[in-house]
């Protein structure tokens, strides 16, 4: 009877081998599907976390650009009111100058216009002191005209 002892033991044994076996393989594959469940649960996790982080990462993006396009607006406000103002004297200075150079034309225009009627004036008196000494010169050549015609003919008739 020992053997069947023996044997019976073993089989006991080896059943409660197998059987340690057989949970051991299941707690195994039990912690295996744990880990998977858990890794897969973990990259859902980081999957969404990079996708709100992409998508936070676009609004902040967004909402920046909104904050430099407002103060770029603002700056170029400042720049157009600036140059608005320096236009408006550049403006203001050129009407000036263009004032004073109607003034200075009116005036110039006045002076020429002096200068015109004097020398219209000299022309009409050189005129007049020409008309004179013309007659002068004709009355003069007239009474030698005379005077040689008178010589002339006392000649002829006195002489001949």
Not at 4 to 27: I, W, Y
Not at 71 to 76: D, G, P, S, T, Y
Not at 103 to 115: G, I
Not at 125 to 135: G, V
Request: aromatic letters at 4%; a neutral charge.
């Amino acid at each position: 009877m020992p053997v069947k002892r023996r044997s019976k033991a073993s089989v006991v044994g080896q059943d409660r081998l197998l059987l340690l076996q057989n949970q051991a393989l299941t707690q195994e594959e039990a912690d295996k599907a744990k880990r998977e469940l858990l890794t897969r649960f973990l990259k859902d996790k980081l999957a969404k976390e990079q996708h709100s982080s992409t998508l936070n990462l676009h609004k902040l993006n967004v909402q920046w650009q909104a904050i430099l396009r407002e103060a770029k607006a603002k700056e170029l406000r400042q720049d157009v009111e600036i140059l608005s103002q320096t236009f408006a004297r550049v403006m203001d200075c050129k009407d000036s100058v263009i004032e004073s150079l109607v003034t200075d034309l009116e005036e110039a225009e006045e002076q020429h216009a002096r200068a015109l009627r004097s020398h219209l004036h000299n022309v009409d008196r050189l005129l007049q002191l020409q008309s004179c000494r013309l007659a002068c010169l004709e009355d003069g050549y007239s009474a030698q005209l005379r005077a040689l015609q008178s010589e002339f003919e006392a000649e002829r008739y006195g002489g001949g």
